[in-house]
């Protein structure tokens, strides 16, 4: 395999022409990108040689950093780790110059070196990103400082920014996933909230399991948390500060229940659904007013609010057409437009951060799928099918999407699965034991 | 003695049957055979004798203390306008005795809708229940979307049980 490549290459060096090695043909010649579109796409190859440990001992927190970069980038689908075994030369120092062809030579187009250093608990981070066919650094070296207790969040940084700059995107490693932690019989089930790191580890337990608890959301800052509470006798709406874990209920218009809460974009309104007498209304809070607003005024059920990332519109579901669809609606009022029209029910739309997508749930002949759909309802896409999947939540860049898929019977239970907003790399989330209602945080400052 | 163990048998079951909704009074107990009592200082409801029909059992046993619903739909049938007929009929001969209607769903759904939809069922009981002259202060209405089935299994052999609303009764102020 590499023999060949050293053909092509000594044969395009002769011919005068640049390095040409399939199958990314003129990738010399353009800066390295992948472009993330909805076709078939090859993973881009890279190597990450093990960061150099600069103080003694911190050796293990190398490897550990190293193998956290390369499986972020690797869980994408859109890269792909070039093994250790295969490499022709190392690199042994941080600082010494990359000798390109060796990495050329094993269809490494991307290189990763870094170096890691431990001072009492303090913890630095370097990285260099290359791009191995222009024989060039891809942007500037650089450095993350914090603790080592905080070390995976480091690794994320260091792959956010390699994801960055090779896919032109924002990144989404270092970020965190409220969600419901399940467990016990399926007519027994207790629920308490809890958060981790997006690929499961660090987790952490927001609450206890005393009553029923669902649906948590997170404030776009991630400092806080809105979800449906039990703990009253009746369902509802708590806020839940992060830091501290401390909580309490939020103050609706009055009503006999009040769930599904979502927060605005600059997290000052929470907009929700009020149930009375039997309807379900939509309705907003100014946290800072106490202002309550109606949205919505029909004897149809109205639930599962998202805001528009500009914060002007609403997309819900209702069931006014006689079914389950999804209607858009200004802020300040109006009409709805119904932007769902394919066979089945559609229900909890949540908008993309990036204002172009709207990520649901569909249920149709006895099938359950995720899907997204333009703002004005077209090109709708489903990524997955199963018994029941549902509740997606986006990525803050808007890439992927992490839902719940529920297993049938009387064993059965909920486990979070992320997909690529283009249907490919359907994956579970390793959390231990059941989980659902995955609400995505923000990429951390 | 076999209609002794029978007794016994009855009491046994209803005694399980009073704590199948923990949640019910907030902070309530995770184990299903305990009593039921909650934050509120709401203590569990005791049954009463055996066969008196002026007793929680009897209400539970007798006069049937839920209706199902059809896939999707929150209208009563016949029969559960039967059963509650005879619910509102207890309830006015009873008249120390409050009401939480909860609804529920089956699992075939989204979560919030669920909820949304247990709403409609637990009011379309209550409505029922006003109509037969039962006054609304007495009666409150919750909703556990598909939360708490009673029934585990994924086909319409256990969807259709746990498309319901349960009339939970209790003596005592709601506050």
Known sequence: MIKRFWAIYLLALMAGAAAVVAPVASLAQEPLRIEITNGVIEPLPFAAPIFEAETAGSEQLARDITALVAQDLTSTGLFREIPAASF???????????????????????????AVSVNGSQLVVKFRLYDVFSGAELGGGLQFAGTVEGWRRMGHKVADAVYSRITGEAGYFDSRVVFVAESGPKDNRLKRLAIMDYDGSNVQYLTDSATIVLAPRFSPTGDRVLYTSYESGFPRINVLDVASVGRQQ???????????????????????????GGNTDLYITDLATGVHTRLTSAPSIETAPSFSPDGTQIVFESDRSGSQQLYIMPVTGGEPRRISFGEGRYGSPVWSPRGDQIAFTKQNAGRFHIGVMRTDGSEERLLSASFLDESPTWAPNGRVLMFTRETQGATGGPSLYSVDISGRNLQAVPVQGFASDASWGPLQP | MNRYITGLILVGAMGLSACTNPDRFGGGTTDPTAGTTGPSGVAGTDLGALGDPRSPGYFQQAVGDRVLFEVDQSTLTATAQATLAGQAQWLLTNSDYLAVIEGHADEQGTREYNVALGARRANAVREFLISQGVPSSRLRTVSYGKERPVAVCSDESCYGQNRRAVTVISIGTLG
Not at chain 1, 90 to 111: C, E, K, M
Not at chain 1, 252 to 271: I, K, L, Y
């Open chain 1, 88 to 114: 022709i030369s190392g690199v042994s120092s941080f600082a010494q110059p990359v000798a390109y062809a060796d990495w050329r030579a094993i269809n490494s187009q991307a290189l990763i070196t870094g």
């Open chain 1, 250 to 276: 939020l103050t609706t218009e009055a009503g006999e229940m009040a769930f599904s809460p979502r927060f605005s974009r600059d997290g000052r309104q929470v907009v929700y659904s009020l149930a009375n």
